[in-house]
């Protein structure tokens, strides 16, 4: 049974930094690709940053480029996002995510809210 865990969201001010972790279990997790999705309130969900299987590869959406890391630890079967200079637009419900099977799989979500 595929899980993915999220967790290090939480308040922090403009400008601040958070890392989000995601534990994945249920699959071989070195062999996938995994990414990382947002939900605004109100909003769609929409994908944040991937990276491919050996870490090498990372795609991002642009407006989080160069403040957002994606990474992962294939030892630890755990996938990061290290955020920086955080900004408002950024809160949300942040999921991880993987297609596993021909399935969707999303975690629970971590939330994120950014406000002075």
């Known amino acids: 049974q595929v899980q993915l865990v999220e967790s290090g969201g939480g308040l922090v001010q403009p400008g601040g930094s958070l890392m989000l972790s995601c534990v994945g279990s249920?699959?071989?997790?070195?062999?996938?690709?995994l990414s990382w999705y947002r939900q605004a309130p109100g909003g769609n969900r929409e994908i944040v940053a991937t990276?491919?299987?050996?870490?090498?590869?990372?795609i991002y959406k642009d407006t989080v480029k160069g403040r957002f890391t994606i990474s992962r630890d294939n030892a630890k079967n755990t996938m990061y996002l290290q955020m920086n200079d955080l900004k408002l637009e950024d809160t949300g419900t942040y999921y991880c995510?993987?297609?596993?099977?021909?399935?969707?799989?999303y975690g629970q979500g971590t939330e994120v809210t950014v406000s002075s």
């Open positions: 990276i491919g299987d050996n870490g090498i590869s990372r």
């Open positions: 249920g699959f071989r997790f070195p062999d996938y690709r």
């Open positions: 995510y993987v297609l596993y099977d021909y399935q969707n799989y």
